[in-house]
């Protein structure tokens, strides 16, 4: 597995570092607001469970996975409810935690169906922002690394459903996709 990392991104000290951030200003933003913390599955469970543990205020927790990629490394613009949520988020303050915004069609897709439910508010926290790949204007609220157009894994992100447990950051060699 480690063999087919042709470079280290980002390291599991500096993700670490970064998450902990996020959680010092989550945790002030939601001071007596007991937010429900959504997890966008399956790329996002990592980040979600590193990030909550510096959340420091009361907080619920859901998960909900979505399909987008099937296999491939590009975005069909198709969202697929895999797992809804398990309870109403009418009225609630609702955080998004999501792996990383490319196109932004999958998370514009869930904000509008929040919204539809009557979330109280939505906002969002991705741990990767790629810029350069969006096709619809959005900003996520809380971002942790903006990374430029390459496709990264590990650290929860998966290329054909591998390489999810590396604890790092890293690009793939060309040929393990066209192998
Ligand atoms: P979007 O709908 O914004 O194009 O893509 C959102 C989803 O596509 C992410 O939540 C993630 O699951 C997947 N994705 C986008 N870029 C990458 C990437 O560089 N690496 C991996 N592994 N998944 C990505
Ligand atoms: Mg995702
Ligand atoms: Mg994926």
Same mark, same amino acid.
């Given at each position: 597995m480690q063999n087919d990392i042709q470079e280290v991104l980002i390291s599991e000290e500096e993700l670490q570092a970064k998450i902990k951030e996020l959680g010092q200003k989550l945790s002030s933003e939601y001071e007596g607001r007991d937010p429900l913390v959504i997890c966008v599955l399956k790329g996002a469970f990592i980040f979600m469970a590193d990030l909550v543990k510096n959340i420091t205020v009361p907080i619920e927790l859901d998960f909900m996975a979505v399909s987008s990629y099937g296999a491939s490394t *590009?975005?069909?613009g198709v969202v697929k409810i895999i797992k809804d949520l398990d309870q109403s988020v009418e009225g609630r303050d609702v955080l998004i935690v999501e792996d990383i915004i490319d196109s932004g069609l999958t998370l514009s897709y869930l904000i509008k169906l929040l919204e539809d439910r009557k979330a109280k508010t939505v906002s969002v926290v991705t &741990?990767?922002? *790629?810029?350069?790949?969006?096709t619809v204007e959005l900003t996520a609220d809380y971002t942790g690394f903006v990374i430029p157009d390459a496709f990264i894994v590990g650290y929860g992100l998966d290329y054909a459903e591998h390489?999810?447990? &590396?604890p790092y950051i890293g690009i793939l060699k060309p040929e393990i996709y066209s192998s």
């Open positions: *590009k975005s069909s &741990l990767f922002d *790629k810029p350069s790949g969006r390489y999810r447990n &590396l």
